[in-house]
């Protein structure tokens, strides 16, 4: 071979090296420089109010800064389903299911954020018609409670805890649709409602009587674990990590929001329900703590979790940090 044929043949590789190079120096920040799409399961409760806030409700942007294109996905059953059915990315899924239920085929759901229902602050209650001559716990005999469906796994663990003591084991269950609850008592559908806010303030605002408030903090435990704010471990750890460590920021970001603005989370709820912006309204709704990653309180987490294993739901086989994702798993 002939030295300009050399020549021609190191530059083209030289040519070939600097291209290479650049695609190994260049990739990682043109990857950067794109938006991340994310499906997030969303429905009308406090659970994911953090994701509608991240998106449009603060002086700052949070999904925006964070590069993230949100797709919101109603979601019409089990989340944890859907999450691992592959219907959505990010959700917030009850506390119970994720304790009772956290593996998917070698996959895992793990929490980045959480909703708690605090001690001294209760936001459920049993409702009834102002002029109902329902007065106590015991007054539920051979009577229908209306509840929404997704709460369904709540009215079960009180009334095994209630039955304990009182007994109500006549009562007659109708797990209801959100549409359904406003005009429950006026359809004759139920004699009482067990409900969590938003919807227990709003019934309460027209005009029906709450009978007995606090009944998970006084029959379940006294700071509930509601719902966890989750991801699957393959979508931080491997498959989406760039997009996984976004939403930690953004949904962060959202939860310390919150914290601050509490009424952020009741607004986001009249708006949600097309309810009337009224002060009285505002004032009868009460809302959770909304906790990141660092704040969820993994002894309430051990607490739930030992209460199930004792009413015969679930395994203590897990240990309440597995429950967890580490700030390590969100380095970049």
Not at 85 to 106: E, F, H, K, M
Not at 289 to 301: F, H, T, W
Request: proline share 5%.
């Amino acid at each position: 071979m002939n030295i300009k044929a050399t020549e021609g043949w190191l530059n083209v590789l030289i040519i070939i090296g600097v291209l290479a190079l650049l695609f190994v120096v260049g990739y990682p920040q043109y990857k950067e420089s794109q938006p991340s799409k994310v499906r997030f399961g969303v429905d009308r409760s406090y659970s994911s109010v953090p994701f509608y806030v991240a998106h449009e409700d603060t002086t700052r942007r949070y999904f925006a800064i964070e590069k993230i294109e949100p797709e919101f996905i109603e979601i019409t059953g089990d989340p944890l389903q859907g999450l691992k059915d592959g219907l959505y990315d990010v959700a917030a899924v009850p506390w119970y299911w994720l304790i009772i239920s956290p593996a998917l085929n070698g996959d895992t759901l793990k929490a980045f954020g959480a909703v708690e229902l605090k001690t001294g602050k209760a936001l459920d209650g049993i409702i009834v018609p102002e002029k109902s001559r329902i007065t106590t716990l015991r007054d539920l005999r051979r009577k229908r409670l209306g509840y929404l469906v997704q709460d369904e796994y709540i009215v079960n663990l009180l009334l095994t805890r209630i039955q304990q003591e009182i007994d109500i084991t006549d009562i007659e269950k109708t797990p209801l649709e959100p549409e359904e609850i406003y005009t429950a008592f006026e359809d004759k559908k139920v004699d009482a409602l067990y409900l969590l806010d938003p919807y227990r303030g709003y019934m309460v605002y027209l005009g029906n009587r709450s009978m007995y408030e606090g009944l998970i903090s006084s029959y379940i435990i006294p700071s509930m674990p509601y719902a966890a704010i989750v991801m699957r471990t393959n979508y931080v750890k491997e498959e989406e990590r760039l997009a996984a460590i976004r939403v930690k920021n953004a949904v962060d970001a959202a939860l310390s929001y919150l914290t601050r603005n509490p009424d952020i989370a009741k607004n986001y709820m009249i708006n949600t329900h097309d309810w009337p912006s009224d002060g009285a309204l505002t004032l009868n709704m009460r809302t959770p703590e909304y906790q990141r990653l660092s704040e969820i309180n993994v002894k309430n987490v051990e607490y739930l979790q030992t209460t199930l294993v004792q009413m015969g739901i679930g395994t203590c086989g897990i240990k309440p940090n597995e429950f967890l994702f580490t700030k390590i798993d969100f380095a970049r």
